[in-house]
């Protein structure tokens, strides 16, 4: 079956202190890993793909990376309104297969 | 372009009603996932459709739930005879053929009273 465990449940940070969000998965066989951000009362919001093991890819202050059994989400210089709950998805190559989600990291940035 | 559009944004149901929720997908997007949240709770699969088609129905409970997506008009997730465990955010996300990456709605927040 597959599984996606996000850690940790929620981290603090004070404004500008850089840190990861990790993301471990099993997969029969990995089509892509997907990062969102989700808001209070919001859906997610799509973040990046990545599809094999040593991508990275970026946006603004996120960095995503990708190995063969994990991915990083990395926050450098956090800024409050990067305050979300950040969702990490994979899809199995197998067929049309939907995504399964990990619960997801809470981030609290603080000024 | 206009994201995937969800509603009712909220729906307040009495037990033993039946709750519609609607999703219309991005334009030129016709694979739809519903998905359902509970609070503290990661996003849970519940059925995979394409036009006139369900696909993959696996996460859906076999009695109350059904889904569709006609060919035309947007897809509809219903729940009969609600009860408060049904209580939950429902998001609806949308994607291109071919394509992994898939984009939500707002989603409808359902309460059973």
């Known amino acids: 079956e597959d599984q996606v465990t996000q850690s940790p449940e929620a981290l603090r940070l004070q404004e500008g202190e850089s840190s990861s969000l990790n993301c471990s998965y099993t997969v029969s066989g990995l089509r892509g890993l997907f990062w969102y951000r989700q808001d209070p009362g919001k859906g997610p919001e799509f973040l990046f793909t990545l599809y094999s093991a040593g991508e990275e890819k970026e946006k603004e202050r996120l960095k995503a990376t990708l190995t063969k059994k994990e991915s990083f989400l990395h926050i450098t210089a956090p800024k409050p309104e990067d305050s979300a709950t950040y969702l990490c998805a994979v899809q199995a190559s197998t067929g049309n297969t939907p995504l399964v989600f990990g619960k997801g990291t809470r981030l609290s940035v603080i000024a | 372009n206009a994201g995937v559009m969800q509603n009712p944004r909220h729906l307040v149901r009495r037990r033993g009603q039946e709750a519609r929720l609607r999703c219309s997908p991005m334009?030129?997007?016709?694979?739809v996932y519903w998905y359902r949240q509970l609070p503290e709770e990661g996003l849970k699969f519940m059925v995979y459709?394409?036009?006139?088609?369900?696909?993959?129905e696996s996460g859906m409970p076999k009695e109350r739930f059904s889904a569709e997506f006609p060919k035309e008009g947007p897809s509809i997730l219903r729940i009969q005879q609600v009860v408060r465990g049904d209580s939950a955010a429902y998001f609806c996300?949308?994607?291109?053929?071919?394509?992994?990456?898939?984009?939500f709605g707002q989603g409808t927040r359902l309460t059973v009273v």
């Open positions: 334009k030129g997007h016709s694979h």
């Open positions: 459709l394409q036009k006139e088609n369900i696909i993959d």
């Open positions: 996300a949308s994607s291109r053929p071919g394509v992994t990456e898939a984009f």
